[in-house]
């Protein structure tokens, strides 16, 4: 990817960072507890759908911008002195979370048009969100096992850039200040 971009991550790209990671971090709970609500709880199970999806469809906002704010001022340096091998796998790993932070809310809309049982999706509890594919019974299941697969894919390649990310900061580079405050 490209390192054009000077010293620093640009304001957007770190309020970005941080933004996007946190909605994903709140709407992957969110999704167990909203599954298991038992129906008898039906405003509970249906409000916290909706969160779920809210937050959704903002980590897809927040993940656009952040695709168009990197494309435009690319990245800074990286530091001196990271290893060559862990800077390909950080580039790696750094491409597959741009394409799961998209492709799982992506994949979360579909399973919602898809499902047997519709539940309308508001954003923010208020403003609908119109399905573009019809209930699908055949496509809903492989959906969702998609769905669900590609977040939990997601989250764990998250666990594991945090843990290089503080171990960084120990060894005493500059990598997370940088993200954090500039
Ligand atoms: C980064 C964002 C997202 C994450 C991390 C995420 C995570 C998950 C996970 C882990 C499940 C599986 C829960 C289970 O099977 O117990 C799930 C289910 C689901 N998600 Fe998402 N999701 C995200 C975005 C979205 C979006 C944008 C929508 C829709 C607009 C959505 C709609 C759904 C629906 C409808 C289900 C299925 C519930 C059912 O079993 O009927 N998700 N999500
Ligand atoms: C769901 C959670 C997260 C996602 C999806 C995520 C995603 C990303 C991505 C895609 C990049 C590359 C930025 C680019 O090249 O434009 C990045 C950079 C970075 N992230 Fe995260 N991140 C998450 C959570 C965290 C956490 C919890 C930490 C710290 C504990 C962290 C620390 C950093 C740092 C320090 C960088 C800059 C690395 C560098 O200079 O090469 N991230 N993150």
Excluded at 43 to 54: C, E, I, M, P
Aim: proline fraction near 5%.
């Amino acid at each position: 990817m490209r390192a054009d971009g000077g010293a620093d991550w640009s304001r957007a790209q770190r309020r970005l960072h941080w933004t996007n990671a946190a909605l994903i971090l709140l709407a992957f709970p969110i999704a167990w507890v909203m599954v298991a609500v038992p129906f008898r709880e039906l405003l509970l199970k249906f409000v916290l759908f909706q969160v779920h999806k809210t937050l959704g469809l903002l980590v897809l906002m927040t993940g656009l911008a952040r695709v168009f704010v990197r494309v435009r001022h690319g990245r800074p340096e990286w530091d001196a002195g990271l290893p060559r091998w862990q800077r390909k796998a950080a580039e790696r790993l750094h491409v597959a979370l741009y394409i799961l932070l998209l492709l799982v809310p992506v994949l979360g809309y579909l399973v919602a048009c898809t499902a047997p049982i519709q539940i309308p999706t508001l954003f923010f509890g208020i403003v609908p969100v119109p399905a573009l594919f019809g209930v699908n019974k055949v496509w809903f299941p492989v959906l969702l096992n998609l769905h669900r697969a590609a977040a939990i894919a997601l989250v764990l390649l998250a666990a594991g850039h945090a843990a290089a990310a503080v171990h960084n900061h120990r060894r005493g580079r500059n990598v997370l200040r940088r993200m954090w405050s500039g």
